[in-house]
């Protein structure tokens, strides 16, 4: 063997074996935190749609098309939310390790962008509410 190849090493402190493991932790708690996140987001749609439904014929919007479009996004917003929360179940191997991190990365990247999406839609039906009651159509 060549002696210009070998590598000397020292084993990790505890303090590296502690943020090393923390990672690995982070990174699986990652979907979990998207998950409940996006249940949120289901809860609270489902409620402004029933809210603005119950007040729909009270509000004085002249224009019935302005009406419908907070709903429309409303509606979008929780669409999206539960098609990224909904589970997925493709045909992995469960002892391959690249198969489960490639799987588990398409979750994690459809999640985090439905989550996205959501809040977008979310925050421009609330934008079109406060322009409503700012500007009374």
Do not use: H
């Not at 923390?22 to 935190?33: A, F, L």
């Amino acid at each position: 063997m060549n002696d210009q190849n070998t590598i000397n090493g020292t084993a990790p402190s505890d303090e590296d074996k502690f943020y090393i493991n923390w990672g690995r932790e982070t990174v699986k708690e990652n979907i979990k935190v998207l998950n409940d996140t996006l249940r949120l987001f289901i809860t609270l749609d489902t409620a402004i749609i029933s809210g603005y439904l119950t007040f729909f014929n009270k509000l004085n919007i002249q224009n019935s098309i302005l009406k419908i479009i907070p709903i429309a996004l409303i509606i979008s917003s929780l669409i999206i939310a539960i098609y990224s929360i909904y589970p997925k179940s493709d045909k992995i191997s469960m002892i391959s390790p690249s198969q489960i991190k490639i799987f588990k990365q398409e979750r994690y990247e459809l999640k985090k962008c439905g989550l996205f999406w959501s809040s977008i839609f979310l925050f421009f039906a609330f934008l079109l509410y406060l322009i409503f009651v700012i500007f009374k159509f």
